[in-house]
């Protein structure tokens, strides 16, 4: 196995091995330690930009309040045939009170909910309607996305370079087989 390995990398000895099959040889080593290298940095950054995002968002949302409100018109939801819970939020008519004064508008409600439901409905200090706030739970959740979604885009940044720097270097393996031909193949050929 390390037999192999090593040939793998260009250290066999291969007098025929150009300089060039060497460096191909060890771009994907060289590109899965630069990956490495840099997923730490990659998962706090992420991790620490999606916290502040966060908090920020949790502080915008300290001075919301809710209400109870009775949504007027149903919702549709999930096909009943396949017996799925329902989690996708729809908004919909609604009324609700505050301060005394009672409101119609459009409310995030969850599909499939019938009209007369009850439902949380939750403002801001200025009386808009706002999705549920944040919890813990989401919060995490958008964490552990944005360090996935980090990792994901430096593979793919590597992957993008790992691929033009093959395709520069096959084009310099050409030149040069390019240039071994013309100075080689008229001594082999009978039109000199």
Known sequence: MLRRLTRRLGHDGNPLRRRIDVLEAWLVPV??????????????????????????????QANWHHVQGVVLQPVPGPEQAYHSANSWISWAPAVWTDAGIRHRGQVPVLGGTRAGTVVTVWLDSAGNVHMPPLTVGQA???VLEARIAGLAVLAVLLAIMLLVTRRILDRRRLAAWESAWQSVGPTWSRHR
């Open 31 to 60: 590109a899965i330690v630069i990956f490495l290298g840099l997923c730490p940095l990659v998962l706090n950054v992420t991790g620490s930009w999606m916290r502040a995002a966060n908090a920020n968002e949790l502080r915008g």
């Open 140 to 142: 995490g959740g958008r």
